[in-house]
């Protein structure tokens, strides 16, 4: 899907990519896998839609390490 691990992975790029950079200042990669995990479930919790999020995405198969690494790495470049 678009270079990415799966559709579930490419789903958190395509709606957050642009702000991933804006949030977070961190270039460990492990670090910003889990502050990104972490950020997501943070806003079902916040979000009424949750439900309907959970119900077409699931994250247990986003690549927070791919993420991560395309922040630290890609965008660095």
Known sequence: MNGWTNRETWVINLHLGDHITEIFDETNV????DCLEEY???????????????DLIDLTCVNWRELAEHYVYDMAA
């Open 40 to 54: 997501v479930y943070d806003l079902l919790d916040q979000e009424e839609i949750s439900g309907l999020f959970a």
């Open 30 to 33: 492990e670090t910003l896998a």
